[in-house]
């Protein structure tokens, strides 16, 4: 029973080295392309689809680089622009406006009670001002300006937003 044991061990190895070394010293696809009825066998058909989804992929990676690039070059330029944003907090009011040369960037009513009505509807949102369509307690009117001398602003509570807890990365270009 042993001596089977040791027999059936040493055919397993010798079929599992045939195995290893089918190609020779030749890469699997020089082995391939030798002889074309060799092109049906399941080593070859898994080469041909390893390759083809490599190539692919170098094909997307290098769309998703170029695409990160031009972003990049994007946020690079926006960084190099003057911008000022400031916070106004209003009270007990329907619209939320900006100052002359400051845009509407944001809006957003930050207190409300069910006694008041809840939450209210935005109805309208331009480049200047922000309508609800009832009076609401209280709401923040972000607005921002371009440019190395913004115009004054009125009645702002928040001048700069807070600084992020983690530390912006540095622009790579």
């Not at 027999?7 to 010798?14: G, H, S």
């Not at 300006?145 to 928040?158: E, F, I, K, Q, S």
Request: charged content about 20%; glycine content about 6%; hydrophobic content about 35%.
């Amino acid at each position: 029973m042993r001596i089977a044991s040791i027999i059936a061990a040493l055919a397993l190895a010798t079929l599992a080295t045939a195995c290893a070394n089918r190609t020779g010293d030749l890469t699997i696809a020089q082995w391939c392309a030798q002889d074309a009825s060799r092109g049906n066998t399941d080593i070859c058909k898994q080469h041909a689809d390893t390759e083809e989804v490599r190539s692919s992929l170098g094909t997307r990676i290098a769309e998703v680089f170029g695409v990160a690039n031009r972003a990049q070059a994007t946020a690079d330029q926006a960084m190099a622009r003057n911008v000022v944003c400031v916070t106004r907090t209003m009270n007990r009011t329907r619209a939320g406006t900006c100052d002359p040369g400051y845009t509407l960037t944001g809006c957003t009513q930050t207190r409300y009670t069910s006694r008041a009505g809840g939450m209210a509807i935005l109805r309208s949102v331009s480049d200047s001002e922000c309508r609800f369509n009832g009076q609401v307690l209280e709401v923040q009117v972000r607005c921002c300006a371009m440019g190395p001398n913004p115009p004054p602003a009125t009645l702002v509570r928040d001048t700069a937003p807070p600084a992020p807890e983690t530390p912006q990365p540095a622009p790579v270009s």
